[in-house]
């Protein structure tokens, strides 16, 4: 038996090889068929439409967020460091 790098199986070593074969990538092909059926059905479901444009849209707020809270930990960071600065590094709370 040999198998490539894609898992896909090349050839038998066995009597009937080209009927093992022949059966082999008609079972792939029924699959990758099956498999584009069901993502045209799920392309054309109205709620993943719905969902899709929700997260869409969710994203650019998330992101927003993010930034907001980076940037207000740089404050807090840099708030801390100008006080340390001025009152002195080695001073004593």
Not at 3 to 19: M, R
Not at 21 to 36: N, S, W
Request: aromatic residues 8%.
């Amino acid at each position: 038996m040999t198998i490539d790098a894609q898992n896909q199986l090349l050839s038998v070593t066995v009597e009937d090889e080209e009927l093992i074969l022949a059966a082999y990538k008609a079972a792939v092909k029924d699959l990758e068929l099956k498999i584009e059926a069901a993502i045209h059905e799920i392309r054309s479901d109205s709620r993943l439409e719905a969902i899709s444009t929700f997260a869409e849209a969710n994203r650019g707020s998330l992101e927003a967020d993010r930034v907001r809270r980076q940037r207000s930990r740089e404050d807090e960071d840099n708030n801390y460091y100008e006080e340390r600065n001025n009152r002195g590094w080695f001073f004593e709370n």
